[in-house]
């Protein structure tokens, strides 16, 4: 590997929006992205994978053969990326590939992402790493956030105390001092309830801008509701998904009669208050505050986010030298770096391990 540090990182996170694709560059220990591509998911698969996240008869095989189905759709995206910077494959050390999550249940001692390792190590002919989560949930962690380690090496600060906010479907939050242990967790709901939300009411797979959330108005006895919810009082380390925020749980709180727009505008204040409630119980005496995700998009959430958090400025992470979208995919590039040197990545006062492990299943090639 001397002389090369050319990593890919593959991520398609919780929101089902398809697959993050960046060709990153680790030389003289800096964090370069010089590639970057994005697939969506055609409403077929994404109703599949949705499909997964509720026990089914003959979900082995239907989990089975999506796997296939992503490896493939990974590995376009691979050569995607290699098409748009010119780089022969043999130039790439390994892919990093979060897979697709389709059960997260750490509490029963397992985290389910598809996307078959191997397959995509044959078809791209690139060494894969995959499967981060398992070893740490072996060694009693949550398996997430794993993210935070990789926010810490990129983005903090020697005299600014950062945090780093990751909005996807979930959110989760990055706590970096100047000094002290970086710590982070899941803070719950970020785009998935939104974007669920709106898909079911106008078809649109998100709320561009949050400008239909805008239109209605948050319903404060709806939203104490849903932060009654004990994820959102329980202690980090933690980690949430689906199997807790989904629409059904919303639905218990509703009495038929809401406008769906007020409801859209209550999701959003959700996800803003859990965020802004984590960052003031957990993150005294931040400064800065930085947003990654799709979730960074949204200029609504941003609008209440600063709202609630007057004080801390809150930016994108491009400011910082790596875009918002591509935050995650790029974390996962790092995460394969880390594995293949045999180097432990995950952090025990974020997800609550024994230990620091090293991370990943390693398909050679």
């Known amino acids: 590997m001397a002389g090369n540090e050319r990593y890919i990182g593959l991520m398609s996170g919780t929101s089902l929006d398809g697959v993050d694709g960046v060709l990153t560059d680790f030389s003289d220990g800096a ?49 995607e990326l290699l098409v748009r910077t010119s780089l022969e494959r043999k130039t790439v050390v390994a892919i990093g590939c979060h897979g697709q ?46 993210v935070p380690a990789f926010h810490a090496v990129a983005f903090s600060h020697p005299t600014v105390h950062r945090v780093v906010v990751n909005i996807g479907g979930i959110a989760n939050l990055s706590d970096l001092p100047p000094s002290g242990i970086v ?18 009411h106008l078809g649109k797979p998100f709320d561009e801008d949050g400008g ?10 709806l939203l104490n509701s849903l932060l009654d919810h004990e994820f959102f009082s329980r202690r980090p380390p933690k980690s949430s998904g689906r199997e807790t925020f989904n629409l059904g749980w919303v639905e218990r709180y509703l009495n038929g009669r809401e406008r769906p727009e007020d409801v859209q505008a209550t999701l959003l204040a959700l996800t803003a208050s859990s965020i802004a409630r984590s960052i003031r119980s957990y993150c005294a005496g931040a400064q800065e505050i930085f947003l990654c ?35 995650e995919a790029c974390a996962f590039a790092w995460l394969a770096q880390l594995a293949l040197r045999r180097q432990p990545a995950s952090l025990p006062a974020v997800t609550g391990a024994r230990g620091p492990r090293v991370l990943g299943a390693i398909y050679p090639n």
């Open 101 to 146: 999550t389709i059960r997260h249940r750490p509490d029963a001692g397992y985290s389910v992402q598809l996307g078959n390792g191997a397959l995509l190590a044959e078809l791209s002919g690139i060494t894969v790493v995959c499967d981060f989560r398992s070893r740490d949930i072996a060694a009693g962690g949550e398996g997430a956030p794993l």
């Open 212 to 221: 239909w959330a805008q239109s209605g108005r948050p319903d404060d006895k």
């Open 183 to 200: 710590r982070g967790f899941d803070t719950g709901p970020g785009n998935a309830l939104m974007d669920a939300w709106i898909q079911r």
């Open 293 to 327: 995700g799709g979730g960074a998009q949204n200029s609504a959430l941003i609008a209440v986010l600063t709202s609630m958090l007057a004080g801390a400025p809150i930016e994108r992470t491009d400011k910082l030298g790596v875009g918002a979208d591509w935050v």
């Open 31 to 79: 964090i370069r992205v010089i590639g970057s591509a994005f697939i969506p998911y055609d409403e077929q698969l994404r109703a599949h994978l949705l499909a997964l996240h509720t026990p089914h008869a003959g979900e082995l095989h239907d989990a089975a053969v999506l796997g296939i189905q992503l490896a493939r759709m990974y590995a376009h995206v691979v050569d």
